[in-house]
């Protein structure tokens, strides 16, 4: 069972537009998402973060927004740069591990 | 650079073989955590440590084990190996060991079964 899922495994956006990437979860207890920037054979990047207690945390070009009532979670990259171009992973947990439940991820290409 | 340290970058064993993965936390984490990526999958969670004492189990094989030593460094063993272990590890690290600590990765062990 899939508790994280990131249903689009693409995106292609142009240089300079937004990039929106979306997450939706099944397990209600999730309390933390995060997301993460991953290139082939390195380790994921941390991006940002928010709290079950948030609607909306900012840093820099990055936002992340959370429904908690459509179990549904989405990163905004503004402005996107061709060095944006990755995979992003969603990423939650619960409670009192910090173990991190990922979704598939999406590979996000920026064009010049 | 994250901080977490993992060696080996690379190897290659054969079947049936005993291989251990090393991983040094970022400075001041108590936390460690082993992850799997294999071609097919996505990153599935192995194990967690917190301040040398398991803190959660993941899908994590019998054949496979872990600790994290006094000085929080952690090693995982990965024994009777198949070709399908054939994977990317990656060690990660926290400062504390519940959900809304940011979670940190190594750039991985590359195991490579012939």
């Known amino acids: 069972d899939q508790q994280v899922k990131q249903n689009s495994p693409s995106l292609s956006v142009q240089e300079g537009r937004i990039s929106i990437l979306n997450c939706d979860y099944t397990n209600s207890m999730f309390d933390y998402f995060l997301w993460y920037k991953k290139y082939p054979a390195e380790g994921p990047t941390f991006l940002i973060s928010i709290s079950s207690i948030k609607d909306k945390n900012e840093d820099g070009r990055f936002t992340v927004f959370l429904n908690k009532s459509a179990k549904h979670l989405s990163l905004h990259i503004v402005p996107s740069q061709p060095g944006d171009s990755a995979v992003y992973f969603c990423a939650a947990s619960e409670g009192n591990t910090g173990k991190l439940i990922f979704g598939q991820g999406t590979t996000l290409q920026v064009k010049p | 650079d994250s901080g977490v340290t993992q060696t080996p970058k690379h190897l290659i064993t054969a079947t049936g073989q005993r291989v251990t993965l090393r991983c040094s936390p970022r400075s001041g984490d108590l936390s460690v955590y082993w992850y799997q990526q294999s071609l097919d999958q996505g990153l599935q969670f192995l194990i967690q440590?917190?301040?040398?004492?398991?803190?959660a189990k993941g899908n994590i094989l019998e054949r496979f084990s872990a600790q994290q030593f006094p000085d929080l460094h952690s090693e995982l063993n990965l024994s009777s190996l198949e070709l399908g272990d054939s994977a990317l590890y990656f060690c990660?690290?926290?400062?504390?060991?519940?959900?809304?600590?940011?979670?940190?990765f190594g750039e991985g062990s590359w195991l490579t079964v012939v």
């Open positions: 440590y917190y301040n040398g004492e398991e803190r």
């Open positions: 990660a690290s926290s400062l504390g060991g519940n959900s809304g600590n940011t979670i940190y």
